[in-house]
């Protein structure tokens, strides 16, 4: 019986030690900082047999988001001028919103789910919800599908 792949969205604070030096050590790599990927394991403190391991499993969300569409899901409250914070945010970022549903408030919050298009000229799409996070009446912003 082939076991199916299943992909997992996981905020950087939720991923292993292990696997986040696996990023770093292939960003090393990539960058042509480091010679070989002996000397990208010794620098970020992680065993060639843990690189090798994970490598395949484990990138970062921005490095493969472009061209994509991203379905997002937020908690808000209710307040005048909050959508539109928020969807600049989302311009600001460069990336294309393709469709937006917001929910009839129920006790001053609202339920909002958007399709964004991240573009070639799109920033990063973790700064992207960390700012839209950061936003003042605005609760969660989750992920819900990348196509």
Do not use: C, W
């Not at 292939?26 to 690189?51: C, H, M, N, P, T």
């Not at 539109?84 to 009839?104: C, E, M, P, R, Y």
């Amino acid at each position: 019986m082939q076991e199916s792949t299943k992909y997992f969205v996981v905020k950087q604070k939720a991923v292993p030690e292990v696997l986040l030096k696996v990023v770093e050590a292939k960003r090393l790599i990539d960058s042509g900082k480091v010679l070989s990927v002996q000397d990208a394991v010794e620098q970020v403190g992680i065993s060639r047999s843990s690189f090798y391991k994970y490598k395949d499993d484990i990138f970062q969300f921005h490095d493969n988001a472009q061209g994509t569409t991203i379905t997002l899901t937020f908690q808000m409250d209710d307040e005048p001028g909050l959508l539109s914070d928020v969807l600049k945010n989302i311009a600001d970022f460069g990336a294309n919103i393709l469709t937006i549903h917001q929910s009839i408030p129920i006790n001053g919050v609202a339920s909002l789910s958007l399709s964004v298009q991240v573009l070639p000229t799109t920033g990063n799409i973790s700064s992207m919800i960390e700012a839209m996070e950061a936003q003042k009446g605005v609760h969660n912003v989750k992920i819900l599908a990348k196509e």
